[in-house]
């Protein structure tokens, strides 16, 4: 009976203690945020710095998430059309390959690849700064390491994302209509003429807004776990993966309640 | 001489590690003050509790009569921007060239910082070649040098210098040394420098002070290091394994 009880305790122990951790780790993440959104509202900025995180987030993301958009949009057409046939309902593929375009696959899987580029970046640069004492010198050089570093990054992934998204959503459209026009026998206006028409205001808003909500999670992610590494070579790789999975999952999460919020009814 | 930096019973841990158990220590203004002690004694988080950089647990650090312990935003930032520290590493910023790097904490027009920038490099000894460099280009020696430029670009009251000669080889540690004793002399900064190199400490030091465990546990002028009558000091000065201090070796 003792031997019962014991095991009982030793699991709700092991159990509180897991849950203790994920709160700590929930407390010390809105605590970063807040710091971070404090010096984003409110001056000195570092336009230079500002400027060089768009160019990295944004410009140099642009083809890895283009050729995802083209080659899902594709994909997808492919794919409506083999189910669609099914149905009779083939000539669904420009509307149906629009709004899953638009509302999900363009926003989602841009925002997992800048996440797995960008975030992973962010880390591994802020973590060999942490470990390398560089985050110190900086406040040793009257230098706010949260402005200078962690608000710049931020306030670029939310400011671009929703343009990369944009032209990701343009290029998975295109990836549609290839395939469909090249080898499904569509014609090329009148599958223009579909998409145009299925495709709402709200389903672009919605993208552009989970776009700028995924930026945010990519950067604060990339940040809090690069800015707060330790361990040397083994803690910036150990934070390089958490950033990675943890803007994964939010992103994952944040599509899911900003899309049940817009289209739930 | 007055006050410039009083500790009295700094107490700091991490999770179970106990490092700084009350540290008390003076250091007068426009003096150079060597600490000595082996690793993980609690040197470099010493120097940390006083730029605010880490918080102590308990005790008092005064700068100028000023307590630090509890400062935030401006005021914290008003303090730190009173130091200049020499990082162990150097602490460069790998994405900007070296003349950047100097003149970082400076203001002004880009002209006038890059001329700041090569005015500094000269003190450290380093030509206007350099400043065009990233630190990745530079060699060990260079990039010590470079770091000593940056700390002293702001003409701060104060510099910190961790470890300064570390990883260097003997001539470029004594150049070092050179222009460390140097600069406290000719631009009467206060300084304080963390050391295990014995050669460092009999040319840079004004006054020594010896932590162990965390706590400082012998404290004069340097000229009495050889006769400090302190087995801790004795052990360290002499790099004797046996004595005092025991290393937690497992015996094979």
Not at chain 1, 56 to 62: A, D, H, Q, V
Not at chain 2, 76 to 89: C, E, V
Not at chain 2, 219 to 239: K, M, T, W
Request: glycine share 12%; aromatic share 6%.
């Amino acid at each position: 009976m003792s031997s019962l009880l014991s095991n009982i305790a030793q699991t709700l122990i092991a159990l509180g203690s897991v849950v203790l951790a994920l709160f700590a780790t929930i407390g010390k993440l809105t605590r970063f945020a807040g710091v971070a959104i404090g010096r984003i509202v409110r001056p000195p900025w570092y336009p230079a710095q500002l400027f060089e995180q768009m160019l990295i987030i944004g410009y140099f993301s642009l083809p890895v998430v283009g050729l995802t958009a083209l080659f899902t949009g594709s994909a997808l057409a492919q794919q409506i059309y083999i189910g669609g046939s099914r149905f009779n309902a083939a000539s669904t593929v420009p509307a149906v390959t629009v709004i899953g375009i638009v509302r999900e696959l363009g926003p989602v899987l841009g925002g997992l690849m800048v996440a797995g580029r960008v975030a992973s970046a962010m880390a591994a640069e802020l973590g060999t700064m942490r470990v390398t004492e560089q985050i110190d010198a900086l406040t040793t050089l009257r230098t706010d390491p949260f402005r200078y570093l962690v608000a710049p990054r931020i306030i670029a992934a939310v400011l671009v994302m929703p343009l990369l998204v944009l032209v990701s959503n343009a290029l998975g459209v295109m990836g549609g209509w290839l395939l469909a026009t090249q080898r499904l026998g569509f014609n090329s206006a009148a599958y223009l003429n579909t998409t145009a028409q299925y495709l709402e205001a709200d389903d672009v808003i919605s993208s552009m807004v989970k776009a700028g909500v995924f930026g945010f999670f990519i950067a604060l992610m990339g940040c809090y776990h690069g800015y707060n590494s330790s361990g040397g070579a083994a803690g910036v790789g150990r934070a390089t993966t958490n950033a990675v999975v943890s803007a994964f999952i939010l992103i994952l999460l944040s599509n899911l309640i900003i899309t049940v919020i817009v289209f739930g009814g | 001489m007055s006050v410039k930096i009083s500790l009295a019973g700094v107490h700091k841990h991490f999770g179970p590690k106990q490092v700084l158990r009350g540290i008390d220590l003076e250091v007068q203004t426009g003096e150079s003050m060597v600490i000595i002690g082996g690793s993980g004694t609690g040197k470099s988080v010493m120097l940390k509790c006083i730029l605010g950089l880490v918080h102590p647990d308990a005790g008092s650090i005064l700068v100028d009569g000023q307590p630090v312990i509890g400062l935030k935003g401006k005021a914290l930032a008003a303090h730190q921007s009173r130091f200049g520290m020499l990082f162990q590493g150097g602490a460069l910023f790998d994405s900007l060239p070296v003349w950047r790097n100097i003149s970082f904490a400076l203001s002004g027009p880009a002209r006038e910082r890059r001329a700041a920038a090569i005015d500094n490099l000269a003190r450290v000894g380093l030509g206007a070649d350099v400043a065009d460099l990233r630190p990745n280009e530079l060699s060990g020696g260079m990039q010590k040098r470079v770091a000593l430029a940056r700390a002293i670009a702001a003409r701060p009251e104060i510099i910190f210098f961790d470890e300064p000669t570390t990883g260097l080889d003997p001539i470029m540690a004594d150049v070092i040394n050179d222009l460390i004793r140097g600069l406290v002399t000719e631009l009467g900064i206060t300084a304080l420098t963390i050391t295990h190199d014995m050669s460092s400490v009999r040319k840079i030091a004004d006054e020594v002070a010896m932590i162990h465990e965390g706590r400082i546990i012998w404290h004069g002028p340097r000229d009495s290091l050889d006769s400090a009558e302190n087995p801790y000091v004795d052990q360290f000065i002499h790099g004797r394994a046996e004595g005092p201090i025991k290393m937690p070796l497992r015996k094979l």
